[in-house]
């Protein structure tokens, strides 16, 4: 693992360190080191006088290369706009919008088109999702129009409302009418296409092999494999080296995802699956920044635990006005109210009673506000409790 080495000085005085965290406070230095909070620091307090290279793993999706391998995944609900852009802030790799349905884009539907919505994401990302390839180019070309540098077809979903309209993972089962729209979305658009799907639709179809062979001959640029079959829905854990079957059978990048919840996960989840890359869906519900932690983490670098409480509570409060500036203050007051109480949850850390007690007695606080003034002055008044309990 290469690490970045930091030496500073003053006077006769010298440390050699590996990141700023471990440098006395008291040093008054110049520069920065390359983790988050420095590079969020630009006053700097830390003078490098001798970088030894280090690597970020780096992802090539075709013609693009992500800056890391860590992707944030596609959540209904959840992934929207002012999420992904904390994502990116926080150093993820890649983000990529909600799942959009290909036929209601086009029809200018207005969930949808929210959905699609990149604004603020510096490299923006779409997925479509349905079964007729001729809307699924059009609906690709559309987004592509609006400015998605990347499109990623949906083949995993196992909501029954979209597999029974035979798309999402009930392409699985159908590899015909995927290869037909693996052709019909990659003709319509200049920028790469990727898939995202499951093992298989059950232990007896693993079907991943055949729909990423497919991928690969279509011309597509990279395959996500959520480590359970579409049966599995979230049920158990995901199985990692099952993926390794994916990525011995094609040369195009293969991503990893499934219960990476913890920094260390990155590492263990590439290791198990030999997989180009991480994906990070809920692991990543309020806590923007854990697709870019674990980036550093697996990047060898310092910082990989959550931000400071102060910064956790500024991150909420960012993406609050996000909400309402998205979704209008009614409907973002609404759509807010899961992601302040994950963000609580993570705030409050652990588990056991006390933890318990705090997330409960403030969500029932909080999650009830029409009005996003109190709820604003709630987050700051809950983020208060757990500082001064940290430093009691
Ligand atoms: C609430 C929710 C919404 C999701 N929406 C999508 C989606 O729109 N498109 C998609 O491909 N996967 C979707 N997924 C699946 C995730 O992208 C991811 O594959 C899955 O949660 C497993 O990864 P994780 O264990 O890191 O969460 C969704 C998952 C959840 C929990």
Redesign the pocket.
């Known amino acids: 693992m290469h690490r970045l080495q930091l030496r500073v000085g003053v006077g006769r005085r010298r440390v050699t360190s590996s990141c700023c965290a471990a440098l006395p406070r008291r040093l008054p230095l110049r520069g920065s080191c390359n983790c988050l909070r420095c590079r969020q620091n630009t006053a700097g307090l830390i003078s490098v006088q001798e970088t030894v290279p280090f690597s970020i793993p780096a992802l090539r999706v075709g013609a693009v290369a992500l800056p890391n391998a860590v992707i944030l995944?596609?959540?209904?609900?959840?992934?929207d706009a002012p999420v992904r852009r904390m994502a990116v802030r926080y150093g993820a790799g890649l983000v990529?919008s909600?799942?959009v349905a290909s036929e209601a884009l086009l029809e200018g539907h207005p969930e949808m088109t929210l959905r699609a919505q990149g604004e603020g994401v510096p490299f923006h990302a779409v997925?479509i999702?349905g079964n007729d390839p001729r809307l699924m180019g059009e609906a690709a070309r559309m987004a592509e129009a609006a400015g998605a540098g990347l499109i990623?077809i949906?083949m995993?979903?196992p909501a029954k409302r979209v597999t029974t309209g035979a798309a999402?993972a009930a392409l699985l089962r159908d590899l015909p009418l995927a290869w037909a729209i693996f052709e019909a979305v990659r003709a319509a658009v200049s920028v790469p296409v990727t898939v995202?799907t499951r093992l298989g639709w059950d232990e007896s179809q693993p079907t991943a092999v055949a729909l990423a062979r497919m991928a690969q001959e279509s011309g597509l640029a990279m395959v996500?494999v959520?480590g359970?079959t579409r049966c599995h829905f979230?049920t158990g854990r995901?199985d990692w080296p099952s993926i390794r079957t994916v990525k011995a059978a094609v040369a195009i990048p293969v991503v990893a995802?499934?219960?990476?919840?913890a920094a260390a996960d990155g590492a263990a989840i590439l290791a198990a699956s030999g997989a180009d890359g991480v994906?990070?869906?809920?692991?990543?519900q309020g806590r923007p920044w854990f697709p870019g932690r674990v980036a550093q983490a697996l990047a060898g670098q310092c910082g990989a635990e959550d931000p400071p409480l102060d910064e956790q509570r500024d991150v909420l409060l960012e993406l609050y006005d996000g909400w309402l500036s998205l979704y209008g203050t009614a409907l973002g007051v609404r759509q807010a109210r899961k992601h302040v109480g994950w963000a609580l949850d993570a705030a409050a850390g652990g588990e056991g009673e006390a933890h318990g007690a705090f997330v409960a007695r403030w969500r029932k606080r909080l999650l009830v506000l029409d009005d996003p003034g109190g709820v604003r002055a709630g987050i700051c008044a809950a983020y208060d409790e757990l500082m001064w309990r940290a430093a009691a």
């Open positions: 995944a596609p959540m209904a609900g959840i992934t990529i909600e799942m997925q999702a990623d949906n995993g979903c999402g995202k996500t959520h359970r979230y995901a995802n499934g219960d990476v919840v994906m990070i869906g809920r692991g990543a």
